[in-house]
């Protein structure tokens, strides 16, 4: 029997000696049904040993006499080696281990099979190598051959980038499972462990959003916006020749937190620099200045910059500054309640007018406003009657309004679409703003005098958002209005968005109009006729009032 081996293992080999040998996984691409191809890319004996799945195939082709002695030792290999390892397991996990040679000892394993093992659905972009893994009510996205993991709207790294073979993601599996354990939805298996958290880092959230300059009569004003507060020995400032350093601790600036500068500041621009937790911003400066007139001072998460020149302030200034306090306090608060009289606005499936819940809203607003801020209430309509879009406006300057808000409701053809939206004066920048602004807009065809032609019609509005004043404002009053609401109502949140709105046309002050909630949704119509929410909106847009008063009146 012995000789017969032997003689079988002699014939075996004789044949080998004349054939060529490729390695065929019996197994199908994790992420799609097309079957897995023959490799054809030259690979060392450890990744084909380490990413092949039992069984095994072996394929003959007839090769050449040089490459039968090059091949022999391999075939060898295999023969005593592949039992061994085809079957690796990780902790009791059938997963099999790869341990590819640029990366040492780090283990990866197969994205598919761990998904297949934790029971997650998947969706592969064969054409991108991505694939997105759904975990619990998060999307993870993976892509080949990076080290970055995009779990939803955050951005995670990884120590060592992915790895791709065999139609199938190689993820680093130690480090991979510290970013999907927190989401997933049931049990964790203990065969995989908790993996290493440590080594995993998002990316730095930035903390320093915009850098304004301002140019003032004695002065230039720097104006830095963060998201928290910074003490003031956390900032830093060094002066050579005509360059200011301001260095923050802890400082992280957002990418294009830097405005436009004006030609005639004494500032010629500002680059952010990142050192380490250090934010640096390096300004260049029209002409070196003495430190002296330099002074750092701020409020909340604002720091302001003053550069102030040697120049005499007139005194006709000084002898009216009090005057000009007291003209931009926050002391009068312009409603304006949208549509009215022939005008109904937008109107929902049980005949609920746009009109009606703008004007109950407001005089709720217009009691609260009196009663808890103590400040003067200019309403452009009080009954159901109709007002130009201008003459809202002109009303609004005449009684020398320090803010405009207009009230209305939205509406979309879609009648699952629900939210609220606070909108400012700008150029569109979604098809949704656009939409939007085209609707309020169409009101003037109720105008009895003749309306502008579209096109001049829309050359005014451009002409005079280039010239709003109040842009950076009414932005900031937007972002507390959603705040308010969001917390106080519990609609979703549609942001703060700018469009072309003609009653915000000509306002010489911060002004904003809110859209409360969809009309045309069925669910938040019914809360738009409830007079408990109508509070809860009416006290949300008092607060933001309160809010902005606080961080903004001259003279508090």
């Not at 003609?502 to 069925?522: C, D, K, Q, T, Y």
Request: hydrophobic share 40%; with cysteine.
């Amino acid at each position: 029997m012995r000789c017969t081996c032997v003689k079988k293992w002699m014939r075996f080999w004789i044949r080998l000696m004349k054939l060529d040998l490729t390695i065929l996984p019996q197994k199908k691409n994790r992420f799609s049904n097309v079957p897995a191809k023959p490799s054809t890319r030259k690979t060392s004996a450890q990744k084909i040993l380490a990413q092949t799945d039992p069984p095994v195939s072996f394929r003959v082709v007839a090769m050449g006499k040089s490459t039968r002695v090059i091949i022999l030792p391999f075939i060898l290999l295999l023969l005593f080696i592949v039992p061994a390892v085809l079957h690796a397991q990780l902790a009791g996990a059938p997963l099999g281990i790869v341990k590819l040679p640029e990366t040492g000892e780090v283990e990866f394993v197969a994205l598919g099979e761990l998904t297949d093992l934790l029971g997650l659905r998947t969706f592969y972009s064969e054409k991108a190598r991505k694939v997105i893994v759904y975990v619990g009510n998060a999307e993870v996205k993976v892509t080949a051959m990076n080290p970055f993991v995009q779990v939803d709207d955050r951005t995670l790294q990884l120590p060592i980038e992915t790895s791709y073979g065999n139609d199938d993601i190689l993820v680093p599996w130690r480090y991979f499972i510290t970013i999907i354990r927190p989401l997933y939805p049931g049990a964790w298996p203990e065969s995989l462990g908790g993996g290493e958290p440590s080594a995993v880092k998002a990316d730095p959230i930035p903390n320093i959003t915009e850098i304004a300059v301002e140019q003032k009569a004695n002065g230039t004003l720097i104006r830095i916006e963060a998201t928290q507060p910074f003490v003031r020995k956390h900032i830093n400032t060094r002066f050579t020749r005509d360059w200011m350093y301001l260095d923050f601790v802890g400082g992280i600036v957002a990418p294009g937190a830097v405005r436009a500068i004006g030609a005639n500041s004494w500032v010629q621009k500002i680059s952010p620099v990142q050192t380490g937790e250090v934010a640096q911003l390096s300004v260049q400066l029209r002409e070196e200045i003495d430190p002296s007139l330099v002074s750092i001072s701020g409020q909340g998460n604002q720091i302001l910059v003053s550069l102030r020149t040697q120049e005499v302030v007139p005194t006709d200034v000084l002898r009216n500054l009090e005057t000009v306090r007291q003209k931009w306090r926050i002391d009068t608060i312009v409603l304006d309640p949208g549509h009215g009289g022939r005008d109904p606005g937008a109107i929902a499936g049980d005949g609920t007018r746009e009109k009606d819940i703008t004007l109950q809203v407001a005089k709720r607003l217009r009691k609260m406003i009196e009663e808890k801020l103590g400040l003067q209430v200019v309403m452009t309509r009080e009954s159901d009657t109709y007002v130009s879009l201008d003459d809202r406006t002109s009303k609004a300057n005449m009684t020398q309004g320090k803010l405009f808000i207009s009230l209305h409701c939205n509406a979309n053809r879609s009648r699952r679409v629900n939210g609220t939206t606070t909108y400012f004066l700008g150029p569109a920048k979604t098809d949704e703003a656009l939409e939007v602004a085209l609707l309020e807009n169409s009101v003037v065809k109720y105008d009895t005098d003749a309306p502008l032609d579209a096109q001049r019609e829309e050359d005014f509005i451009l002409t005079a958002m280039a010239q709003n004043a109040f842009n950076h404002e009414s932005e900031d009053f937007a972002a507390i209005i959603q705040e308010e609401m969001r917390a106080a109502v519990g609609l979703p949140d549609r942001g703060v968005h700018q469009a072309g709105f003609r009653v915000l046309v000509g306002a010489s002050m911060p002004n904003v109009l809110v859209e409360m909630a969809f009309i045309s949704n069925l669910k938040e119509a019914r809360l738009l006729r409830d007079s408990s929410v109508q509070e809860k909106m009416a006290r949300a847009i008092m607060n933001s009032i309160k809010r902005f008063k606080e961080k903004y009146e001259v003279g508090s």
